[in-house]
C-alpha cells in the first residue's frame, strides 16, 4: 500500500506561508459535533490486517498557550511528545496547544464519555478522586485549519498514568502502617500455613471489585487517550489518514509475552518439565530467578535454559517484599542486584510481588524492567499503567503485566478456567497490545493447575494461527522497541517509506477516519 505525500507537503508549505489548506474551508464542523464525533470514538481503533514526570512538570511549567505567541517550533513543543513516540508518524500531523495556564493542583477529570485522565488543566475542576462526578474537559478543546487547543497536557497524563502517578497520590502507594505490617508479615511468612496466607490475602482484597479505576479487567487508557487525540488533530487539519510506524514486526496484530518466576527449590526444580510444555505449543519464556536466600542458581541451571531457547532475567534480590521500603536499603540491593544481571548475564528485571518504585530504577542497570501491571486490583500495590503496550521511562523499557497473575486466579479468586485470561487477552488483541502472563512453575505442578495452563498454551495457539500473533521473549521485545524507536517515515518520490535499524521488519500502516472512529490498517 502506498500513500502519496504531496497532499502533507503541501499543507505544511501553506502553514509556513500563515495560509489554510487551499482544498479545506477554514471553518470546520460545528464543536459540538466534532467533539461529540470524538468522544464516541474511543472504544474503537481497529486493524484489518493479520528524568521522570515530576521533574518534567517543573520544566514544563505553562508553556506557549497559543500558537499566535510561539517562541518554539511545534517540533520542540513537549506536549506532542508522548502521541508522537506512540505514533511514530511525522511530525506535522500532530500538534497541540495549551488553551491557557494550567492549574497548580493535579486532579481527575474526563476526556470524552469514558477516558479518566489525571494531571493539572487549564479549565473546570479536577477531583481528588476518580469515584466522584468528574469534569469533561474534551468541550474546552478548541480547533482551527490546522491546530488544536486543549486544556492540559497530553504528555503530562499520559506520564501521570504509565508511572502510577495518580495512584501515589490516590492512596495506591503502601501507606507507612501497611509498610509495618507487610515487613511483619514477611517476617512470619515462612511460618504460616499456605491456607492462613491465603486467608490474610483474600482479606487484604476486601472491595477490590468496587475499585473503579483501573477499569477491571483491562485498562486501555493511554490507547484510548491517544486515538481520541489524533482523531481530533487530524478533523482540525482535515485529513483523513496519518502514517505511522506499525507496533508490532512483519505486521503482527499482537504480540503475546510468557514469564515464569522461579519461587521456590520446588519451582526450580519444575522448569525443566515446563520449558518442555512450553516447547510442545512452539512458545518460549523467560524465567525470572531469585539470586539470593531462596535456592541454588547454578550456572549449569542458567545455561540449560538459554541453550533451550529460554530467557534469564533477575527477579528481586532474596524476595522478601522489602526491596523498595527504604531508598538507602534499596540502593545497597540495587548494587547486588546489578551484579548479579552481570553474572547471569540478564537484560531484564521484575521486583518480587509486583512492588515497585520507578523513580529509583536509575541505579538498576537494566534495558528493560516486567514489573508494572496493567490493572493492580488484585496486587498488594495498588495502581497500574493504564496501558497494554510496552513504554520507555527514561532509557528503561517498561513491559507491563497485562494480565492476571496465574497465583492470584487460582489461590484468591479460587478460578480454575480460562475464562478471565481469554477475556483479557482478546480485549488486548482487540487493542493490537501485549498480552503477557506471569506463569509460576512453583504454582502448576499441580495436575488441575497444569492442565489449565495447558489449555491456555492450546487456546494461545489457536488465537496465534494465521501469523497474526508475535510470540516473543521480553528481550526480544525489548530490541523491537528500541529500534522502532529510531525508526523514522520519510517521503520520497511522493510516497512514504520507513527508514532505521530493522526497518526491514517495519510496517507502514495507517490511521484513518471511518465515520466516527480512527481504524488502523497495515501496508500489505
Request: glycine share 6%; charged share 25%; aromatic share 12%.
Amino acid at each position: 500500500m502506498k500513500y502519496s505525500a504531496a497532499r502533507g507537503h503541501e499543507l505544511r508549505q501553506r502553514r509556513q506561508l500563515g495560509c489554510p489548506p487551499n482544498d479545506v474551508t477554514t471553518s470546520l464542523p460545528e464543536k459540538g459535533d466534532l467533539l461529540s464525533q470524538i468522544a464516541r470514538s474511543h472504544s474503537s481503533a481497529l486493524i484489518d490486517t493479520p528524568e521522570h514526570a515530576s521533574d518534567r512538570l517543573e520544566r514544563c511549567e505553562n508553556r506557549i498557550q497559543s500558537p499566535s505567541c510561539r517562541t518554539v517550533s511545534s517540533k520542540e513543543n513537549e506536549m506532542n511528545r508522548a502521541l508522537l513516540d506512540f505514533y511514530l508518524c511525522p511530525k506535522h500531523f500532530i500538534d497541540f496547544w495549551l488553551t491557557g495556564q494550567l492549574s497548580s493542583d493535579a486532579g481527575y477529570f474526563r476526556f470524552g464519555q469514558s477516558t479518566t485522565c489525571y494531571g493539572r488543566s487549564a479549565s473546570g475542576y479536577r477531583a481528588s478522586h476518580v469515584d466522584a462526578g468528574l469534569y469533561d474537559i474534551l468541550m474546552d478543546a478548541e480547533t482551527d485549519t490546522t491546530n488544536v487547543r486543549i486544556p492540559f497536557d497530553p504528555t503530562e497524563v499520559i506520564d501521570n498514568l504509565r508511572l502510577e502517578r495518580y495512584a501515589n497520590e490516590d492512596c495506591g502507594a503502601l501507606s507507612r502502617w501497611e509498610r509495618s505490617l507487610k515487613g511483619i508479615y514477611y517476617q512470619l511468612r515462612p511460618l504460616m500455613h499456605a491456607q492462613i496466607r491465603k486467608h490474610i490475602q483474600r482479606a487484604h482484597l476486601n472491595g477490590w471489585r468496587n475499585l473503579p479505576f483501573p477499569h477491571w479487567p483491562v485498562d486501555t487508557t493511554v490507547e484510548d487517550l491517544c486515538t481520541q487525540l489524533l482523531l481530533l488533530s487530524m478533523n482540525a487539519k482535515g485529513v483523513n489518514e496519518v502514517p505511522f510506524i506499525w507496533f508490532w514486526p512483519d505486521g503482527a496484530q499482537s504480540c503475546v509475552a510468557m514469564t515464569h518466576d522461579v519461587e521456590t527449590e520446588t519451582g526450580r526444580d519444575f522448569c525443566d518439565q515446563l520449558m518442555t510444555m512450553d516447547e510442545s505449543f512452539g512458545i518460549k519464556a523467560s524465567f525470572q530467578l531469585v539470586p539470593e536466600g531462596r535456592y541454588e542458581v547454578s550456572e549449569t541451571f542458567i545455561q540449560v535454559i538459554r541453550d533451550r531457547g529460554f530467557e534469564v532475567n533477575i527477579q528481586d534480590l532474596n524476595h522478601d517484599g522489602n526491596l523498595f521500603r527504604d531508598r538507602r536499603e534499596f540502593m545497597r540491593r540495587a548494587q547486588r542486584i546489578n551484579e548479579y544481571g552481570a553474572a547471569y548475564g540478564a537484560s531484564g528485571f521484575r521486583a518480587a510481588v509486583l512492588y515497585r518504585n520507578l523513580d529509583w530504577y536509575d541505579a538498576l542497570r537494566f534495558s528493560y524492567d516486567l514489573s508494572v501491571p496493567n490493572v493492580a486490583h488484585l496486587d498488594p500495590q495498588k495502581g497500574g499503567c493504564c496501558t497494554v503496550m510496552p513504554y520507555f521511562f527514561g532509557d528503561t523499557l517498561e513491559i507491563p503485566l497485562t494480565t492476571t497473575q496465574d497465583y492470584m486466579l487460582f489461590h484468591l479468586l479460587n478460578d480454575y478456567s480460562l475464562d478471565l485470561w481469554k477475556t483479557q487477552a482478546n480485549q488486548i488483541v482487540r487493542k493490537n497490545g501485549l498480552v503477557s502472563f506471569i506463569v509460576h512453575p512453583d504454582y502448576v505442578i499441580d495436575q488441575k493447575a497444569r492442565d489449565v495452563y495447558r489449555d491456555l498454551l492450546t487456546f494461545l495457539r489457536d488465537l496465534g494461527r494465521g501469523g497474526k500473533l508475535w510470540f516473543a521473549l521480553p528481550g526480544e521485545i525489548d530490541r523491537w522497541w528500541r529500534a522502532r524507536r529510531e525508526m523514522r517515515i520519510v517521503e520520497q518520490n511522493g510516497e512514504w517509506r520507513i527508514e532505521g535499524k530493522s526497518a526491514e521488519h517495519a510496517k507502514l500502516a495507517f490511521a484513518r477516519v471511518i465515520g466516527d472512529q480512527l481504524k488502523y490498517e497495515v501496508a500489505v
